[in-house]
């Protein structure tokens, strides 16, 4: 490749999920969620969970987001959503559910 050439541009990823530990895995449990998302510090997972490839996608999914909204924009429209219209219904939700078992399907296909 010559000098001048820029190279190829490759999709940011979402960093590697971490085991929730001490009070973000208490919250985290009293609140019946397995997993959460907090740009920039990274992607928290309950350590029983760290396995759940829809789990980690249904994250990941959020990171995406945040990277395109902005970290700060992105936590206030997502809670805007929630007041809104519900966990369920949140649109920002609704498209990592989405993702997540688009991934999780392609991940299933024989190759």
């Known amino acids: 490749m010559p000098e001048s050439a820029a190279p190829p541009h490759r999709?940011?990823?979402?960093p590697a999920p971490r085991p929730a530990?001490?009070?973000?895995?208490?919250?985290?449990?009293?609140?019946?969620?397995a997993g959460i998302c907090l740009p920039p510090f990274g992607i928290f997972v309950?350590?029983?969970?760290?396995?759940?490839?829809?789990?980690i996608g249904h994250e990941r999914c959020h990171w995406m987001q945040a990277r395109r909204?902005?970290?700060?924009?992105?936590?206030?429209?997502?809670?805007w959503y929630n007041l809104r219209y519900g966990y369920r219904a949140n649109p920002l939700e609704i498209e990592a559910r989405d993702a997540a078992s688009a991934a999780t399907t392609r991940a299933a296909r024989p190759s």
């Not at 999709?11 to 979402?14: E, I």
């Not at 309950?46 to 789990?55: A, G, N, V």
Request: hydrophobic share 45%; glycine share 6%.
């Open 11 to 14: 999709q940011p990823r979402a």
């Open 21 to 33: 530990r001490h009070v973000l895995a208490l919250f985290l449990r009293a609140t019946g969620h």
């Open 46 to 55: 309950l350590p029983e969970c760290l396995h759940s490839q829809t789990l």
């Open 69 to 79: 909204m902005g970290p700060v924009r992105w936590a206030v429209t997502y809670l």
